[in-house]
């Protein structure tokens, strides 16, 4: 695909995002101004970003300690790299890799995005990625964010953005069920 068609095609899907029951956009930012200014997140607004994500799972963020949700979310702002932030976070209970990438999304749009099964499929359906995947760890997490970025920057987009044309691409073409 050349980037003119992959500039399309992120609009276009970008457009198709609020049709979808994804992440809202809006609900992203205001926790990732929160995050920033605070320099952590506390146990209740990790809460809310799980429920705005998952919520079947969202109550597990309750059994953290509210201390350790401060100490991780300040941790993965310091370290370097992609794994590291995105493991420190998914250690935390009520964050597999897909609901901690809110996380790093919230805090850092430009350089993060949202993933989940909707967006690992996309980028295979692209050619960026082989196979279909279900589940995702923190590698997984850097598997799908280096070719996000690639598109990101062809596209001028953020990479954020990127992601949630991802999800809508696989929103709108997918037959059957999601699993």
Known sequence: MDIDDLDGF????LDRYAETQGVLPERLDE???RYRSQGHLTREQLYDI???SSTRSAYHVETNPAERCREVTRNA???DGDFSPIHLISGLSGFKAPTASCVLA???GDRHAVVDTRVWASLERLGYLDGRKESFDAGDYV????PIREIAEATGHRAVDVG???FAHDDHVREGTLH
């Open 10 to 13: 992120v609009a276009e899907n």
């Open 31 to 33: 926790f990732g101004e």
């Open 50 to 52: 799980a429920y705005e």
């Open 77 to 79: 702002r310091l370290v």
């Open 106 to 108: 919230a805090l850092d």
């Open 143 to 146: 598997t799908m964010i280096e």
């Open 164 to 166: 949630y044309a991802l």
